[in-house]
């Protein structure tokens, strides 16, 4: 990454379930969204079936036209985990596999590698670290989405690990309206208030990631979506307030920062216009973004009809040739100071920084490796217990021949 590189932080891939889902679906019930119909109409395909190649090959044009935007980072995003680690694909709405965006980013210059870890899982620190080895520059959490508590004690841990890699976290704080969620309405309300089960107020899972040394990124600047859109407006208002509070104070928390993506949505436009001067006093505290493809609409003055107007003009200008990242710069340019449109670069892991060994970084953490299954490490083990023993590996064949009600493997040469 170059200082000058203008990057946005928040852009989002997937596809439909039944092509490779592997590496990516999104459920039936996202498919019956409003987010979904944006996707859609924002890259095009309204007209077509919407496939993974389809809109991948549409975001990747795009970036590469855009005459501002320099690279794009693309956001994974795990399963839903139920508290004993399991991966849970019914409970699933949205998945982006960190193999595919590894992949991709490996192929295109254009694009930065965004991971997603699940903190339940039984091998979530292999697993990150295996992602910053694979350039990965941040690590995206939906909590509601992913069935994260961010005050589990399984994500105090994962923020260690964090900031053993000098990985940030760039968490969705404030009410979600895009994914939907198989959390409770109350639980998916206090995980994304950054309260979690173990906080006692909006905002205790910053204090939590921050106080064990990782760096956080505060999708959207936690701003609500408006009493228009948003019947628990006034619950969002607070959540809001303490995030402000926080990004105010550089002192107290010196490795938080705010992205303004989707800052181009008419319903925001109070909240954003409320944050604009601690973003002019304090530049490199905000990270530039899109959240593509949440349609680029409008930055206006705050009055009706302009914004209605303005929205119906976004709208029939869908027929003409026009690049989405290009749009929502030019909008906030008007708006934002130059320092913020580079910041990412002091912020992102340098994909090519080294990393700790793992089972330096293992240690460090106070960790084991994983209660996963692994053939090479279990036969490692059984060779070393045999030679303990004064057995070789003919007789730990033999053994385990044994065990499992078959003849001996003879031991010597074979005929």
């Given at each position: 990454m170059r200082e000058s590189d203008v990057i946005d932080v928040h852009v989002h891939l997937g596809g439909p379930a039944g092509e490779n889902e592997a590496m990516y679906f999104w459920s039936e019930s996202f498919q019956k969204t409003a987010s979904f119909e944006a996707i859609k109409l924002v890259t095009g395909l309204?007209?077509?079936?919407?496939?993974?190649l389809r809109y991948l090959s549409v975001l990747l044009q795009q970036i590469q036209q855009s005459r501002h935007v320099d690279r794009a980072v693309l956001l994974g995003l795990d399963m839903y985990h139920d508290e004993d680690g399991v991966r849970r694909?019914?409970?699933?709405?949205?998945?982006?596999?960190?193999?595919?965006?590894?992949?991709?980013?490996?192929?295109?210059?254009?694009?930065?590698y965004g991971c997603s870890v699940h903190p339940y899982c039984h091998d979530a620190l292999e697993r990150l670290w295996r992602c910053a080895r694979g350039g990965a520059v941040l690590c995206k959490w939906l909590p509601s989405s992913m069935g994260v508590d961010p005050t589990h004690p399984l994500a105090v841990r994962f923020y260690r690990a964090l900031a053993a890699l000098d990985l940030p976290l760039l968490i969705h704080v404030g009410r979600e309206a895009t994914i939907p969620s198989d959390l409770s309405p109350d639980h998916a309300r206090?995980?994304?208030?950054?309260?979690?089960?173990?906080?006692?107020?909006?905002?205790?899972?910053?204090?939590?990631?921050?106080?064990?040394g990782a760096s956080v990124?505060?999708?959207?600047?936690?701003?609500?979506l408006g009493p228009v859109l948003e019947r628990d407006d006034a619950h969002w208002q607070d959540v809001y307030a303490a995030v402000r509070r926080r990004l105010a104070d550089p002192d107290a928390y010196p490795r938080l920062y705010g992205d303004v993506s989707a800052f181009c949505l008419p319903g925001r436009l109070y909240y954003v216009k409320e944050i604009l001067p601690l973003i002019h006093e304090l530049p490199l505290r905000f990270l530039y973004g899109s959240d593509y493809p949440v349609p680029v609409v409008s930055l206006s003055e705050g009055k009706l009809l302009p914004e209605i107007l303005r929205a119906f003009e976004w709208l029939a200008g869908r027929v003409l040739p026009s690049n989405d990242f290009d749009k929502n710069y030019e909008l906030l340019e008007r708006y934002l100071p130059a320092p913020t449109f580079t910041a990412a670069t002091r912020v992102l892991r340098d994909p090519q920084a080294p990393f700790p060994d793992l089972p330096v970084f293992l240690r460090r953490l106070g960790a084991g490796r994983s209660r996963f299954f692994s053939l090479p490490r279990a036969l490692r083990r059984l060779f070393k217990r045999g030679s303990r023993h004064g057995d070789g590996p003919d007789q730990v064949r033999a053994d385990r021949g044994s065990a499992k009600g078959r003849p001996p493997v003879a031991s010597g040469p074979r005929s």
């Open positions: 309204g007209g077509h079936q919407v496939t993974g694909p019914e409970h699933t709405n949205l998945f982006v596999a960190n193999a595919y965006l590894e992949h991709m980013c490996a192929i295109y210059p254009e694009f930065l206090l995980y994304n208030s950054a309260a979690g089960r173990g906080g006692a107020e909006p905002g205790t899972a910053l204090d939590l990631a921050l106080d064990a990124i505060v999708a959207h600047c936690a701003t609500p």
